[in-house]
């Protein structure tokens, strides 16, 4: 599956607003096309164009049709997003799972209806399957844009399954453990001389629990020298109180 073969469809929007921020979640998440069907709201709309903040080459781009049909005609395979269950013969399947119905090279359209009412029995009949959010189900309509963001976070988690490898742009090195046990001595020593290890039998049951602490914290290089620094502080400030 490829995400350049993804196309967002929003029929009948009510809302200049959501449609920019639907623009702005596709692009979130590197989907490309969106097309609109029967706009409610003047079109172009500056409403959309403010809260679509960087996607508004998204919005630029879209194609306006004066029906469904038209919008899905190049298309191989038709999702219609539902927040109920209709009784019609058509099959209803996860948020969760629809991904899996997709084939490589397909292109695929995902309907959303408009804000108020959702897509209507006719224009979900060009449809090969409903698919439903779930969600609390006293309360399940969902704004057009967060809707449609979980479509897209759904597709884009397939296409990264294998290249979300983050990291960090943190530079100091991880602290040797000669330099932790450096660091847990002072500490020790400074316990000893407050007398806080005590009592005596306990001594090496709280050493050790220090020692846990520390080691498993993967501390830098920085962190260890930042924390000798508080603590050589501290001692300070207590010898001159």
């Not at 003047?42 to 004066?66: C, E, F, H, R």
């Not at 209803?92 to 209507?120: C, D, H, M, W, Y």
């Not at 847990?184 to 316990?191: R, S, T």
Request: glycine share 4%; aromatic share 10%; charged share 25%.
């Amino acid at each position: 599956m490829s995400l350049s073969n993804i196309y967002f469809i929003l029929v009948r929007p009510q809302m200049g607003e959501n449609i920019g921020s639907v623009a702005r979640a596709i692009k979130n998440f590197n989907i490309k096309y969106l097309r609109i069907v029967n706009p409610r709201c003047n079109w172009p709309n500056q409403k959309a164009l403010a809260t679509s903040v960087g996607a508004k080459d998204i919005l630029k781009s879209a194609k306006i049709y004066d029906s469904v049909e038209k919008s899905i005609g190049d298309l191989d395979i038709i999702f219609a997003s539902t927040s109920r269950i209709r009784r019609i013969n058509k099959k209803t399947i996860s948020v969760l799972n629809f991904k899996t119905k997709i084939k490589k090279g397909r292109k695929v359209g995902i309907l959303f209806g408009p804000e108020a009412s959702g897509l209507s029995n006719d224009e979900i009949s060009c449809a090969d399957y409903l698919v439903k959010i779930p969600s609390n189900k006293n309360f399940s309509s969902l704004n057009l844009s967060h809707s449609a963001i979980i479509f897209c976070y759904e597709l884009f988690k397939n296409y990264i399954r294998k290249k979300a490898d983050y990291k960090t742009g943190y530079k100091s090195s991880v602290a040797k453990k000669s330099e932790v046990n450096k660091f847990l001595n002072f500490i020790v020593q400074g316990l000893d001389k407050k007398g806080f290890l005590q009592p005596n039998h306990k001594r090496q049951s709280m050493i050790r629990n220090i020692n846990n602490i520390f080691h498993r914290s993967n501390l830098s290089q920085q962190e260890i020298r930042i924390l000798l620094g508080i603590f050589s502080t501290l001692n300070e400030i207590n010898k001159k109180t």
